[in-house]
């Protein structure tokens, strides 16, 4: 593959140490009977490092350039998936024992990806993989910083999220412009139970909808002005705070008045 030419609009952005593609793995905690995805295996640089510790795993790349090369090199010791990760059907994918994420995602479709994999916690034991360093920290955000928004609340409502450490440009080919971490996530045994999660997520995502304006004004977009006195009367949340200082158990309240408002 001496002539492969790396697709920017891919994220193609290859690993050259082998020191952190063994530290990736070793953080995955992998037993050989486990089922594993990889996304992008791009040349094979992880994939290599999870055959040779007994994985089979099932890979999706979206670039047919790469395919003979992974045929040739890998033949049946992978499940090659042909697709764009994100549209393929994950059903079809996901056995009935849980399954590990291990990448060095392509970063322009880092927040969709993670999304999703929430979407799907339940059918995941690990996930560790190499994004962006600011991204990482968005994940890993602490209330009441710059960072802190609908991918903190939503990653740690689903996840125990780590980051592992940082990674600098020069360990990949062609370098990326900026730093990149490794996280894991590993589903929480005490994930809050709501009857209506997608309900939830959207007062998250209209309380977050202007960041500098009062809970009060962003929710007019849900619910009537009428029922926003209602609430703040009630003394749950006040809604003069914006979203950005609410605790994930501040949001649950928040979300339970406004569904007894109903
Ligand atoms: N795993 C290799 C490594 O560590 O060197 C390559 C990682 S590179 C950052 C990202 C890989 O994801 C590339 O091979 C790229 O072609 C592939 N890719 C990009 N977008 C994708 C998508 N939507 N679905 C599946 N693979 C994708």
Redesign the pocket.
């Known amino acids: 593959m001496a002539d492969f030419h790396h697709k920017k609009s891919?994220?193609?952005?290859?690993?050259k140490d082998k020191n952190i593609i063994r530290k990736i793995v070793d953080l995955a905690e992998i037993k050989s009977h486990e089922s594993v995805w990889e996304?992008?295996?791009?040349?094979g640089?992880?994939t290599e490092e999870l055959v040779k510790r007994g994985i089979k795993p099932t890979c999706?790349?979206?670039?047919n350039t790469?395919y003979d090369h992974l045929e040739y090199y890998f033949r049946n010791s992978i499940n090659l998936v042909k697709q764009?990760?994100?549209k393929a059907d994950w059903e079809k994918y996901l056995p009935a024992d849980k399954v590990k994420i291990v990448a060095?995602?392509?970063y322009q479709?880092t927040s969709p990806f993670l999304f999703e994999v929430s979407r799907f916690a339940d059918h995941f034991s690990k996930v560790v993989v190499m994004i962006q360093k600011e991204v990482a920290q968005r994940i890993n955000a602490k209330l009441g910083t710059k960072d802190y928004g609908i991918l903190t609340l939503k990653m740690q409502f689903y996840f125990d999220v780590k980051y592992e450490f940082t990674v600098k440009p020069h360990v990949f080919n062609p370098p990326p412009k900026v730093d990149s971490a490794v996280i894991s996530l590993v589903p929480r045994i005490d994930k809050p139970e709501i009857d209506n999660e997608k309900y939830f997520w959207k007062i998250v995502e209209t309380a977050f909808r202007n960041r500098r304006k009062m809970l009060r004004r962003n929710l007019r977009e849900l619910i009537s002005v009428e029922q926003i006195e209602k609430l703040q009367d009630s003394g749950v949340i006040d809604l003069t705070r914006r979203g950005e200082t609410l605790t994930e158990s501040e949001f649950l309240q928040l979300y339970k008045s406004i569904r007894n408002l109903k």
């Open positions: 891919l994220g193609q952005h290859f690993l996304v992008g295996p791009g040349k640089i992880l999706f790349e979206i670039d790469l764009d990760v994100l060095n995602l392509p479709i």
